[in-house]
């Protein structure tokens, strides 16, 4: 099995933002970036599914050279590959841009399964994923809290009200993963040193 996970790159939500003396914009002296919380999950969920499975985990996302290190974040936790589209003038405009891109890049490579998280922690919108399951052609699942099998995958997402759905996909398909699927595993340093020396794939 194939999956992809797609990742972000996003200021840290625990940086302390200000505005400037004239209230037009934040004053982010120092700001550090790190990878998506929710994508970190989607990678950890991609990993157990591979475990149980058989395949790869490759993880992709948008954006320039420093984005590199939330890739080998994944990469430490078990992933199996990287690719970063680069992107280099100051971000994406707009979830349209960035699933456009992805889409490029993932529809190469045919995965039979996409994890993202269900948002990020800056935009929030949630749009990428559905944008990108249209532009693949693919169904897509929101809000899943559990994930196990692999033909078909039986899913179980969260739904308004409190109320859980119990399904079984066959892929391809893409799916968004809520906080309470799981929690990322602690990557060894051994696997960090791994994931510092690894190739990342950068495409144009």
Not at 156 to 163: A, L, N, S
């Amino acid at each position: 099995m194939k999956i992809a996970v797609c990742m972000k790159w996003v200021p840290d939500p625990e940086y302390p933002f200000q505005a400037t003396i004239d209230g037009i914009r934040l004053d982010t002296p120092g700001l550090t970036y790190l990878a998506n919380p929710l994508d970190m999950v989607a990678c950890e969920a991609a990993v157990r599914l591979r475990e149980l499975a058989g395949g790869t985990v490759t993880v992709v996302t948008v954006g320039p050279a420093a984005a590199d290190a939330g890739l080998r974040a994944g990469l430490a936790l078990g992933a199996d590959a990287a690719t970063r589209i680069a992107f280099e003038n100051g971000g994406i405009d707009g979830g349209d841009s960035a699933a456009r891109l992805l889409a490029s890049a993932i529809s190469a490579d045919s995965p039979d399964v996409i994890i993202c998280g269900v948002r990020s922690s800056d935009s929030g919108s949630g749009a990428v994923p559905a944008i990108l399951a249209e532009r693949l052609g693919i169904p897509l699942v929101t809000n899943v809290v559990s994930l196990a099998g692999a033909a078909p995958l039986e899913i179980e997402r969260r739904m308004d009200g409190g109320r859980r759905q119990q399904i079984q996909v066959h892929p391809p398909v893409a799916i968004t993963v809520e906080a309470s699927l799981c929690d990322p595993r602690y990557p060894s340093v051994l696997s960090r040193r791994k994931a510092d020396r690894a190739v990342i794939d950068v495409r144009t």
